[in-house]
């Protein structure tokens, strides 16, 4: 647990590396001592401890899983030491594992774990990155206990990362799912639209150009993510194109050409079964080292060793279909954590923040596209406060002028709120990376 922890501390903050860091040791040497709580929660099975405590740390109040009493500072200082007064480790490895996921029985129609069984939706904090906030105790205990400066130089020359990037579920449908909606609200000439645009062979949501030219303005690169399955699986849809006809083909090679990044949208039953997602990495035609599963499918008990198998460098998975913010309240890479041999996974991931669909679904937040800018602010500076990643998936549906749930004649597409996000991450001091770029500036260039 304590190795788990701090192999994250020390990737954010190397120098810190060869310094004493004592976990429930008491000794009179200079150093930083956290406080350990007299506990056997990690020797159960239990998916979420009985007890949490509030403490406020730089003006945010923060959860602390495994205590019983918030009377005494954070941190308290004496000649050459720094003791933490709470077990911000146990609290940490709770969060970033994923241990709540692990243990609990709780899952969705598509066999996720739900947002509204984490103690993030019990306790309200989803939008705060608790586990940087402990990173940032434990940085400012060091640089007290040693007088010394910890800097994060995961991004050179920016305050943050931004990843943009896109999964390639639907090119063909447009005409079907859009018009279906439209139809049913009685706009009629919409509709029309939208089926002349298919019968002049040119789908709506056939728009990959319009992706780049978007990336362009920008003056970014991105990552798509392609799926190589058009079969539905248990009744769920999967992609509604074949990757492997030569049209997709060419596109895929003119955004290689133009310097995006190309990853594997793994389909439905992908997520427990490495053969099946190898497979479909073979037919996209590219190189690729990135994954992300199609519908955030991720099962805890099956999924790391399934990415473990394969020569994947980084997924992009972990985020709360329902809920825009920190699944695993951390704004970094990190290893996911393998339960049955008790060790970090070799792959990074690389954490979910927002996707378009969560923003808008009757499903999840329900929100209208002069709603989201406010909260994705909120998100984004909790990011930027700690130098963190904002990875974000656009759904190139949502380019077009017909997203799948038409809007009101005078509000904004959502293309439009895209826009303004790229925009403002920009103006915030952000670099823009592909999924890969950031995945090989957190594991130290390799």
Same mark, same amino acid.
């Given at each position: 647990m304590l190795n788990y922890v701090l192999t994250h501390f020390y990737r954010l903050y190397p120098k810190a590396k060869d310094l004493p860091i004592y976990y429930g040791e008491d000794s009179a040497a200079k150093g930083v001592f956290i406080r350990q709580y007299e506990g056997n929660f990690f020797e159960g099975k239990v998916a979420q401890p009985e007890q949490v405590v509030w403490q406020e740390w730089n003006g945010t109040r923060l959860p602390f899983f495994f205590d019983q009493t918030s009377t005494v500072a954070?941190?308290?200082?004496?000649? *050459? &030491?720094?003791?933490?007064?709470?077990?911000?480790? +146990?609290?940490?490895? %709770?969060?970033?594992?994923?241990?709540?996921? /692990?243990?609990?029985?709780?899952?969705?129609?598509? *066999? &996720?774990?739900?947002?509204?069984?984490?103690?993030? +939706?019990?306790?309200? %904090?989803?939008?705060?990155?608790?586990?940087? /906030?402990?990173?940032?105790?434990?940085?400012?205990?060091?640089q007290h206990a040693f007088n010394l400066k910890l800097e994060l130089e995961l991004w050179p020359n920016a305050s943050f990362a931004s990843c943009l990037t896109h999964d390639i579920d639907r090119l063909t449908s447009a005409w079907k799912v859009a018009g279906l909606h439209r139809f049913k609200q009685g706009k009629y000439l919409a509709v029309g639209r939208l089926v002349t645009k298919k019968l002049l062979r040119k789908d709506a949501w056939d728009n990959i150009s319009e992706l780049m030219a978007l990336a362009n303005q920008h003056q970014l690169k991105s990552t798509y993510f392609w799926m190589a399955n058009n079969q539905k699986y248990n009744g769920h849809p999967n992609a509604d194109y074949l990757v492997e006809l030569p049209k997709y083909q060419l596109q895929i090679k003119k955004l290689l050409d133009k310097g995006h990044e190309i990853g594997i949208h793994g389909s439905f039953g992908t997520s427990n079964n490495s053969g099946q997602l190898l497979a479909e990495a073979v037919k996209i035609g590219a190189p690729v080292t990135g994954?992300?599963?199609?519908?955030?499918?991720?099962?805890?008990?099956?999924?790391?060793?399934?990415?473990?198998?394969?020569?994947?460098?980084?997924?992009?998975?972990?985020?709360?279909?329902?809920?825009?913010?920190?699944?695993?309240?951390?704004?970094?890479?990190?290893?996911?954590?393998?339960?049955?041999?008790?060790?970090?996974?070799?792959?990074?991931?690389?954490?979910?923040?927002?996707?378009?669909?969560?923003?808008?679904?009757?499903?999840?937040?329900?929100?209208?596209?002069?709603?989201?800018?406010?909260?994705v602010r909120q998100v984004m500076q909790e990011i930027k406060k700690f130098n963190g990643l904002f990875t974000l998936l656009w759904h190139n549906e949502n380019i077009s002028d017909y997203s799948e749930y038409s809007l009101g004649p005078h509000e904004p597409n959502w293309r439009e709120v895209l826009n303004e996000i790229l925009l403002l991450l920009r103006q915030e001091g952000s670099t823009f990376l592909t999924c890969a770029e950031a995945a090989t500036a957190f594991n130290g260039g390799k």
């Open positions: 954070p941190i308290t200082y004496t000649d *050459g &030491r720094a003791l933490i007064n709470y077990d911000i480790i +146990a609290s940490a490895f %709770f969060l970033l594992s994923g241990w709540q996921e /692990y243990h609990s029985s709780h899952r969705d129609r598509f *066999g &996720r774990f739900p947002y509204k069984a984490s103690v993030q +939706a019990t306790y309200g %904090f989803i939008n705060v990155p608790v586990v940087n /906030y402990y990173f940032d105790m434990l940085k400012e205990a060091i994954n992300r599963f199609h519908y955030l499918q991720y099962k805890p008990e099956l999924t790391p060793q399934v990415l473990s198998e394969t020569f994947l460098q980084y997924d992009s998975t972990l985020g709360f279909a329902e809920q825009l913010g920190f699944r695993n309240s951390f704004c970094h890479p990190f290893f996911p954590y393998d339960f049955k041999n008790r060790k970090a996974c070799h792959y990074i991931e690389l954490p979910l923040i927002l996707m378009d669909v969560t923003l808008y679904s009757p499903n999840y937040m329900q929100l209208r596209p002069a709603e989201a800018l406010p909260l």
